[in-house]
């Protein structure tokens, strides 16, 4: 390659090839990956209306509150007695139909959050509303057990709140190859091929050639293991389909990750929301539909735990414009093979007891999911990655 | 003055030195250099942007308006309006890069992370960014007092819904949490106490502050021990009788200005002299002037903001960028969009600039501006986007920053320098061991590819 060529890619020219000790180590991880549990964490971004997914088709106030928005009864897949899904989530009732399903109701906290910058980060870091972490949930798990930024991806080109620890953060890409592009870039490479570990500090310098380091094998992981398995199956065709694609190929591929995060936007709907939220759920609850056959072929759906959260519900009364607008309490979607408890974990909505804003009020701390998780299902300390102690749920054993 | 001490300071004080610049002052005394750089920003100029088109929503309410000219049109308007905070955002940074006040506009930067604040409204969020500028080397209560007039703080933190009848405590609580004390230095009473005092604080649609009278408690509060019929400007003088705001703010500072690592000697000396009489301008002197400042120790040891980054590279090869929206989208990659900011608690700075993703961008930013490198990774969509919009660059292939540089300009000043100078002036930080063995090897062909060569090495991401 001629050096201005070189360059054009942005470059340090040099030679030679060092790769340091510690780096190699944890390139080569056993491929071992009996009853490896994994946690796929998507968020419906923008606040889905819980009302409209899972509806509460005998109480007349939520008709009363929504006379051009509520879904009719003879236009729902009837559950319980109670409760029926939206028509669009017709792959979502198919789950749970089959037992792979728990519906956890009224999940939020105290004192609710009703900016989305606002509630996403007290989701992602299960931080109290008063309070402000730089941390996320998943980022101090990653932190405290796992020691690799590959250790929790992100389906995205730049990194959450959620995946962000102190000195240790996941790492985030739509496309393995171009991560692992990016990470091969000349100056990149030449920079840390002159690289040895003996004199990295814990100061900032040293700092930022440990998350080169880290950065350029975790890539280099992420993107060698993954490309040994190619999904077969059809998914739908759209980007949130794609981010569910690659999740599957890392997880079949058996990429030693252990929580992944996907964000699907587009569930702000102020305006317009019949159809706008319906085409939203088929493509949401078709693509998890794959997503979990997916899982199932390569026998992974048993260790992978599809946990599905708004940053809030929107408001029970329906706007002027044939919206609604931001609410609090909502529901939780968890995903699984072996769950305790299928079906509805517990009761509707009460929309006779609002809070002043006339939303939804929680009976469940979000946080008590969370701590279900880390303790039963990622078996971990959940006190210490979440700072406290919450009551724990039933939904896994 | 040493010129690495000159360096250092014009890091910390502004944005890098240009090689002029410094060929300039030199040979200037310490006292003489410090001097100047206050003297400089001594002149207040305002961002004014040409909003001419949107007086209307200046001057009208919003029920008039919408009433007038129909909720469509209304909608529309707003819209546009709302655009034009991006259109601040990209004046704002080119302020940072050309204005001749470099330690004022360094300072309202601090602040802007000090006094967090976000609103869509471009006339109450250019008022504000200016009520930063005008108070930036002022007096620290004059300024609290002024932003808890603000009408886009008001909003931000909800003191417009803050009425004697129902007080709502936001503002109160994030003043002292956030602003000037520090959390765990004051009781929820003093919240509840305090957030009496500031209601009733309302503002007009042009931004002017007023009381409703009829909304604010002209009751006795009990605060920080006082009691008596506060009102908010006593609540402010009450918060900086407590000793503890000085060192709070003093921190901050330091922690910005001088290292990331406190040294809580510094700090207490820094915090006996502030607290006397709040003089922001007079801080600064002192640190400036100080032998400490200047200690190797605190020299190219502090993680570049995404803003620095991007600004100190401007400085060296001026850069105008030919879709201002691709700003937005750099800033946006490396987690740092001016008059954004992501919650009232503001940018964490230092080791939360990195991560994996970021940092392999802030690496790439070099390239990316002056060299015509590749894009190919996608900002995140917005909240309140639509599902297709959300995803709506996901189809794009291979882009690029369009950028002009000006090489000329580069050329004049650096295109003849040793390379051994270049690099000097470019890095601050120590070098590397291996890094620096690369370096010595490198065949430098032009001092414009050295010059992004050495923009693309983790010791830039220092200063």
Redo the contacts between chains.
Sequence with gaps: MKRRDFLKQSTLASSLFFVPNFVKAFENIAKNSLGYKRLVIVQLSGGNDGLNSIIPYTNDIYYQKRPNLSIKKNNLIKATDELGFHSSLKPLKNLYDQGYLSIINNVGYPNPNRSHFRSTDIWQTASNASEYLNTGWLGRYIEKHCKMPYSGIELDDSLSLIMKGKTMNGIATKNPRILFGNAQTPYFKKVLNHQSDAHLSEHNLGYLYKTMIDAKSSAKYIYETSKTFKSKLNYPKNPFGKQLKTTAEFINSNLKSKVYYVSMGGYDTHANQKNRQSTLLKTYSKSIEVFVDDLKQNNTFKDTLIVTFSEFGRRVQQNAAGGTDHGAANNVFIIGENLKTQGFYNEAPNLLKLDQNRDLVHSVDFRSIYATILDKWLHVDDVSILNKSFSKLDFIS | MKIRHIQHLYWRAGFGISSHELDDIKSNSKSKIVSNLFTNSEKINPIQLDLSEFLEIKNKTPKLLKKEMGEAAFQKLRQKSQQKVRYLNHTWIDRLTESESVLREKMTLFWANVFVCRDNNIFHIQQYNNTLRKNALGNFRAFVKAIAREASMSKYLNNNQNRKKSPNENFA?EIME?FTLGIGNYTENDIKESARAFTGWAFKNDGSYFLRKKQHDYNEKTFFGKTGNFNGDDIIDIILEQRQCAKFICTKIYKYFVN?VVDDKRVEELTTQFYKNYDIKNLMTTIFSSKWFYNEENIG???KSPIELLVGIQKIVPVTFDKKNQLNYLQ??M?QVLLYP????GW?G???W????????R??L??LIL???VI????????????????KN?KKKNSYIKTTKNWEAFAKQYGDLDPQKLKELLIV??L????E???N???I?SNR?YC??LM????Y??C
């Design positions: 609580r956030l990331p040891v502090k993680i946006k990659m987690g992501e919650n009232v608690s964490k230092n080791k939360n990195i991560d994996s993703n970021t940092l392999m961008f690496l790439k070099a390239s060299n015509n490198a190919n990774l996608e900002e995140k969509g917005a909240f309140e986007d639509s599902f297709e919009k959300y995803y996901t930080s120590k590397d061991e291996d890094t063995i690369m370096l090897q490198l065949k062909k590819d992004i060569q693309s090495i983790p010791e991401q220092l």
